[in-house]
């Protein structure tokens, strides 16, 4: 009688698919860590252990838009309550389970101040073996507009595990008044990497104008550090980062002064496309 095969660990599957698709490996782990996480989050809401949440940052873009948006390494997720509440309503969910994912928080956070938020380490099992640490920024769930979206990352099916799909993520008109008000404010050192999200989302032909600019001004007007429209004028530290990055990316525009100039056509039709929402 012929013994049948050892079923394949989930690592070297991660390997064999990323491999086969042309994915990042470690790009495709986080995908899986990601969404193994909200499979979490959804069962707590699905049995009233938790009110709502939001995924958004760079996670959400690449959620929506899969390898077309950079990668990234944290998840900001956005839920109810105080610092201290969301932690506990984190910890809550996640004991729920995924799968076969079991979580852990680690007990070391770090309160961010200025953005209402704190940053924990989430160490994620994959039955009885480690998986991955991921980094989760809790933030305060302050918005009306979730979008359910399905996932557009790849590789999740060919790896046999089971994806929650829809997933909520923050509307991507909040998204883009949320990155046009960092990148463009007082406290804009760090966040060249929002102008290049916005100018992906206007490419891909996902830029609502009037809904974008209505949900701006009030994004402006709450935070109430700067005007809408903002005047924006590329810092010289932003430029090698921004060809780089348009450059990994495949954009049609490749040099600073290109993303600078179209930048600011945008913010200018975000400004003449206000009036038709008020």
Not at 154 to 175: D, F, H, K, N, T
Not at 188 to 214: F, K
């Amino acid at each position: 009688m012929t013994k049948p095969k050892p079923r394949e660990r989930l690592e070297k599957r991660l390997a064999r698919v990323a491999r086969e698709q042309g994915i990042d490996q470690e790009r495709l782990r986080r995908w899986v860590s990601f969404l193994a996480l909200c499979g979490a989050l959804d069962r707590a809401i699905q049995t009233a252990a938790l009110s709502g949440y939001y995924i958004k940052g760079g996670v959400a873009m690449e959620l929506r838009f899969a390898e077309r948006a950079r990668a990234t390494k944290d998840l900001d997720l956005g839920i109810g309550g105080t610092r201290a509440s969301r932690l506990q309503s984190l910890s809550e969910a996640l004991s729920f389970g995924f799968d076969q994912f079991t979580f852990r928080i680690k007990t070391q956070t770090r309160d961010m101040e200025q953005a209402d938020t704190v940053r924990v380490q989430v160490a994620i099992q994959y039955r009885t073996r480690a998986w991955q640490t991921i980094e989760v920024d809790l933030g305060p769930a302050n918005v009306d507009r979730v979008d359910l979206i399905e996932p557009r990352v790849r590789g999740l099916v060919e790896l046999g595990i089971p994806v929650i799909s829809p997933v909520r993520c923050l509307g991507l008109a909040e998204q883009v008044a949320q990155k046009l008000h960092a990148c463009t404010g007082p406290a804009a050192a760090g966040r060249a990497r929002d102008v290049l999200d916005i100018l992906l989302i206007d490419a891909l032909g996902q830029l609502n104008y009037a809904e974008t600019a209505h949900v701006a001004r009030r994004v402006f007007e709450a935070r109430a550090t700067h005007a809408f429209p903002p005047a924006f004028a590329m810092p010289p530290e932003w430029r090698p980062e921004l060809e780089s990055l348009a450059l990994e990316l495949g954009f049609t525009l490749s040099k600073a002064a290109e993303i600078e100039a179209r930048f600011r056509e945008v913010i200018q039709l975000l400004e003449r496309a206000t009036p038709t929402d008020e």
